[in-house]
C-alpha cells in the first residue's frame, strides 16, 4: 500500500514564528488531505489538496502530485495552533479509504 | 460538509467486556469509515460501512472483533468485542462530502480499558 511520511515529527515554536511541514507519499495520488488534531483529539479539516496551492487565512498548503509531495505553511504561529498535524492520501477517485500520514506534532511557545 | 456525532464521547471498561459507539450523520451517505488512533499513533482504518451490505474489514482487524452495523444511510455503530487494555484508543467515524472526496470525521470516542 502507499506510504505517507512527514517531518518533521516534532517541532516547538515561539508564537509568531512560521512553520513550514511536510508530507512525501510513495505512490500518486487523486485526494490529499491536511488536518489538525486539536489536544481534544477532534481532527479539523485544513485543506483538500490533491494538487496545486490553496490558502486560508495564516494557513497555505501546496502540493506537487507529479513530486509526491505536500507542504503546509504555517504563519505568525498562535498557541491555538499547536496539536498534531496528519496529512492523509487515497490513491484513486472513488477509493476513499485515507492513509494517513506519521503526523507532526506542533508545540508554539506563548 | 458534514456534521458527524459520535456517543459516547468517552468510556472507561473493563477488560472482557464490550462498549458500541454510535455514529450519526446529519446527511445520508453511503459510506461510512470507522478509524482507529492508538496512543501517540496515526489514524488506521479499521472498517468501511456500507448501507446493506456487510461492513468491508482491513487487514488486521476481523468482524468478530469490532463488528460494525449499518441500519440506514446516516447512522453506523462499531462494537469493540472482549476488550482487553490494547483497545485503548480513540475510535473515530468519517465520511466524505456530498460534492467532493474531502472526508469528515467525527469527535471520536476515547477509550480507556482497565
Known amino acids: 500500500g502507499i506510504q505517507v511520511e512527514q517531518s518533521p515529527p516534532d517541532l516547538i515554536l515561539q508564537e509568531g514564528a512560521n512553520s513550514t511541514l511536510r508530507c512525501n507519499f510513495s505512490?500518486?495520488?487523486?485526494?490529499l488531505q491536511w488536518f489538525h488534531q486539536n489536544p481534544w483529539g477532534q481532527l479539523i479539516n485544513l485543506f483538500y489538496i490533491p494538487s496545486g496551492t490553496k490558502q486560508n487565512g495564516r494557513l497555505s498548503a501546496t502540493t506537487v502530485a507529479t513530486e509526491r509531495y505536500s507542504l503546509l505553511y504555517i504563519s505568525s504561529s498562535q498557541t491555538t495552533d499547536s496539536g498534531v498535524y496528519f496529512c492523509?492520501?487515497?490513491?484513486?477517485?472513488?477509493?476513499?479509504?485515507?492513509?494517513f500520514g506519521t503526523g507532526t506534532r506542533l508545540t508554539i511557545i506563548p | 460538509s458534514a456534521v458527524i456525532s459520535q456517543k459516547p464521547s468517552r468510556d472507561i471498561c473493563q477488560r472482557g467486556t464490550s462498549l458500541t459507539i454510535q455514529c450519526q450523520v446529519d446527511?445520508?451517505?453511503?459510506?461510512m469509515f470507522w478509524y482507529r488512533q492508538q496512543p501517540g499513533q496515526s489514524l488506521t482504518l479499521i472498517a468501511t460501512?456500507?448501507?446493506?451490505?456487510?461492513?468491508?474489514?482491513e487487514s488486521g482487524f476481523v468482524i468478530d472483533k469490532f463488528p460494525i452495523s449499518r441500519p440506514n444511510l446516516t447512522f453506523s455503530t462499531l462494537t469493540v468485542s472482549n476488550m482487553s487494555p490494547e483497545d485503548s484508543s480513540i475510535y473515530l467515524c468519517?465520511?466524505?462530502?456530498?460534492?467532493?472526496?474531502?472526508?469528515?470525521f467525527g469527535p471520536g470516542t476515547r477509550l480507556t480499558v482497565t
Open positions: 492523509a492520501v487515497a490513491p484513486n477517485f472513488g477509493n476513499e479509504k485515507l492513509t
Open positions: 460501512a456500507n448501507q446493506g451490505s456487510e461492513a468491508t474489514y
Open positions: 446527511s445520508q451517505v453511503t459510506m
Open positions: 505512490d500518486s495520488v487523486n485526494n
Open positions: 468519517s465520511v466524505h462530502g456530498t460534492t467532493s472526496y474531502e472526508q469528515y
